[in-house]
């Protein structure tokens, strides 16, 4: 597999993957803060936040897997607070929400969803396209033949009623599509991964050992 074909199946991965991922991300946290913000009075909604941002910290790790592939580059899992030793029930429960990146990752999981809906489309749309242009010639025969679908770009190219232009046409769409895939999809994946590599993430640069936990970094 060639290069170009490797960033594309990255990018065509990412994006078509990381719609769900994005849906299941965007559902935890809606209904999560949602159900938390509304039951904060009675104390019951606070355990439900602190759980909703540790399964939004296990989504964003999923995320940050995926982003090496995609960057060309490691990321680095930001810093999350741990317990104190010795802390008690309460302390351990509402843990998840004592680190700053706790919040990013819930407010990631709102604001990323959009971008992965608009990456998804822009991919999908443009596979669809080079695929159903490039094997029109098998099938395009038989469709020219159906009443009214000459109608649109074939027409006002004056090819209204010719099955072999009607075909012809829709061929070369679909192989400016192709021509256009690897550009399209690699722009498509940069759109969704560059809002979690800017909340997600924080430069891969090595730090002191003493002073500082090892950063946990995303392989390929």
């Known amino acids: 597999m060639t290069t170009l074909q490797r960033r594309l199946a990255t990018d065509t991965r990412y994006t078509l993957l990381g ?7 965007f559902g935890v946290t809606v209904v999560g803060v ?15 936040l602190a759980a909703t941002a540790a399964a939004s910290r296990h989504l964003a790790d999923l995320e940050r897997v995926a982003l090496p592939g995609v960057l060309g580059h490691p990321v680095a899992r930001p810093p999350y607070t741990s317990a104190p030793e010795g802390a008690g ?14 919040w990013m990752d819930l407010l990631h999981g709102i604001i990323a969803f959009p971008f992965a809906l608009a ?36 027409e006002w190219l ?3 009623g010719d099955p072999t232009g009607f075909v012809i046409v829709n061929t070369v769409a679909g192989a400016l599509f192709a021509l256009t895939l690897v550009p399209v999809a690699r722009m498509a994946a940069l759109l969704k991964a560059g ?8 430069a891969a640069y090595p ?14």
């Open 19 to 25: 719609l769900p991922l994005s849906l299941a991300s």
């Open 34 to 48: 949602s159900a938390g913000l509304g039951g904060a009075v009675a104390f019951v909604g606070l355990p439900v």
């Open 89 to 102: 029930w309460l302390r351990r429960t509402m843990n998840p929400l004592a680190s700053g990146q706790a």
């Open 119 to 154: 990456s998804f489309v822009l991919t999908a749309t443009w596979w669809l396209g080079a695929v159903a242009g490039l094997t029109f010639p098998v099938y395009g025969w038989a469709v020219a033949r159906i009443p009214g679908v000459g109608d649109g770009l074939p």
């Open 158 to 160: 004056a090819f209204y």
């Open 195 to 202: 809002i979690a590599q800017t909340m997600l993430t924080r």
């Open 207 to 220: 730090r002191p050992a003493a002073t500082h936990e090892e950063a946990w970094i995303a392989g390929r």
